[in-house]
């Protein structure tokens, strides 16, 4: 099962896990043309393996290590990783739509800060 980034990234995509990922699956990386616009990070479900560095390295516990871990309220956001492709203009698009539909449906989360977020997110 992949791993999966969730709200807490929006606002903060500080890349901190991108440079401990060992497969280079979490995009955009900071030299890529999509870093600037992007809301926030995405890891491939396919290339990920589940390794776990990711998890501790994240500053706001973003990243759930499944999809099946993934609460509810961030269900969304699992199509959005899987969506997303670095270089792919509407693969890039269809995961930012995303993203944006989730943001308009939990002013609650976003009003939080980052940190704070995860604590709220439910089961
Ligand atoms: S679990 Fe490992 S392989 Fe998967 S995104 Fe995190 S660091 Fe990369
Ligand atoms: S470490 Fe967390 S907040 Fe930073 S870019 Fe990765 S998922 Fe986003």
Known sequence: MPF???????????SACV???PVDCIHPR???PE???AT???IHPEECIDCGAC???CPVAAIYDSTDSTPSTQKSLVEANALYRAGDPDAVARAETIVKAHEAAHPELMSLPPAERAAAHGT
Do not use: H, N, S
Not at 4 to 14: A, E, Q, R, S, Y
């Open 4 to 14: 999966v980034i969730t709200d807490p990234c929006i606002g903060t995509k500080d």
């Open 19 to 21: 440079d401990v990922c």
């Open 30 to 32: 900071k030299d890529e």
């Open 35 to 37: 870093f600037e616009t």
């Open 40 to 42: 926030m990070l995405y």
């Open 55 to 57: 998890v501790p390295a």
